[in-house]
């Protein structure tokens, strides 16, 4: 299982000490938090795509992991959204396939439809075509990335005849993409449609709406040929803020939390909370809090957690991620290790991924244009077309 920070960058004042960083401290602040998260021994650093204030999360994403491929190791670098709405996907497969050869496969995607509505006219498209544009975008890269000459004609971008993409995927092996949705059942849908993973950000809903998420998610993976439900490739958000004893915790955090740009000037924190994955306390409570996610979603493959926003300042994050690193992560691991069901699959890797094609599997689950999966996907859409 992995476990990962992801940020959605952020520029917001600190109610405390009323300073607030410059758009070059919070970005070189945000590789300093990457690194640190790989020094801490996690799993997955995490970046969003936003094109507006007060957010300096890159509007091209694979500029800082590409900083980040090189200054780092072991950890896996993906995205926490990339704009599969807004985006041209024979960009998206060139840019995220040369990301790929730089980083020695430690790539992954989540693809989202994004939380601000102007960003559709500011690229010329509709909010009001928001899902038909994430199913045919992704459609033509997936097979971008699996074929070499492409010929494509849909409603929202110009005809291809005969495209290659270049470059190729390592390998021959496209990145591993994530759908990301907090409230769109047809995003689960389209996840399970490729045999892809689905992330749900659970950090704003209540356990009971994320819950259903994931269930149809797994329900529909099951149906399209991929495998078993409770084997299908599951990832969740949170938010932690941790500290030895939890009350500290609380007192520390209230001011940002009050004041945050999501979270501010609404519910309580005792309501948020209660409410939703949100866990302010001590890192015993993140760690049975983080557990119980299990109880509702089953055995799953990626846990990521926000923890640099709210203008906390840049010392108080790193802390974060060495408690997370010390004290939480390690008894997260064993734990879930230790309650996993066999033969529920691991997060994919490139290596994993080539494992399995080296074995004679699709190297992506539902990848193979003549797998079993992929029939069962052709023959779905014709009854779907036919009802």
Do not use: C
Request: aromatic letters at 10%.
């Amino acid at each position: 299982m992995e476990f990962g920070i992801f940020t959605i960058g952020d520029v917001t004042r600190d109610p405390v000490n009323g300073t607030i960083p410059t758009e070059h401290e919070r970005l070189m602040s945000t590789v300093k938090i990457a690194e640190h998260a790989e020094a801490a021994g996690l799993d997955v650093f995490a970046t969003g795509e936003h094109h507006n204030p007060p957010f300096v999360a890159p509007a091209n994403p694979t500029v800082l992991l590409a900083h980040l491929a090189a200054r780092t190791e072991k950890i896996h670098l993906s995205t926490s959204t990339t704009l599969i709405t807004t985006n041209d996907p024979v960009r998206l497969a060139e840019d995220y396939a040369y990301l790929q050869h730089l980083a020695g496969g430690r790539i992954s995607l989540m693809m989202g439809r994004g939380n601000t509505g102007p960003v559709y006219p500011w690229f010329g498209q509709d909010i009001r075509e928001g899902i038909p544009l994430a199913v045919e975008n992704y459609a033509l890269l997936h097979r971008l990335w699996r074929e070499e000459n492409v010929n494509w004609e849909g409603r929202f971008r110009t005809p291809l005849q005969g495209f290659t993409a270049t470059p190729r995927p390592l390998e021959g092996i496209p990145p591993f993409v994530w759908h990301g949705s907090i409230r769109s059942p047809q995003i689960a849908e389209q996840a399970a449609y490729y045999g892809d993973g689905f992330f749900h950000n659970n950090i704003f809903w209540p356990t009971s709406h994320t819950a259903r998420m994931v269930n149809l998610y797994r329900q529909r993976y099951e149906y399209y040929g991929h495998g078993k439900a409770e084997h299908a490739i599951v990832g969740l958000g949170g938010h932690v803020f941790m500290r030895k004893n939890s009350q500290d915790a609380v007192n520390e955090f209230r001011p940002y939390f009050d004041n945050a740009p999501v979270y501010g000037h609404g519910p309580s924190l005792e309501e948020f909370s209660t409410q939703t994955p949100l866990t302010v306390g001590s890192p015993q409570q993140a760690i049975e809090r983080t557990l119980s996610f299990r109880d509702w979603a089953g055995d799953y493959q990626r846990q990521l957690f926000l923890i640099d926003h709210a203008g906390l300042p840049e010392k108080t994050v790193l802390e974060q991620i060495d408690i997370l690193g010390e004290e939480v992560v390690p008894v997260l691991r064993r734990e879930f290790a230790s309650m996993r069901e066999p033969g529920v699959p691991e997060a994919p890797t490139h290596e994993s991924l080539k494992a399995r094609r080296a074995t004679g599997e699709d190297p992506i689950p539902g990848g193979g244009p003549n797998s079993k999966a992929a029939q069962e996907r052709a023959r779905a859409a014709e009854e779907h077309q036919e009802g």
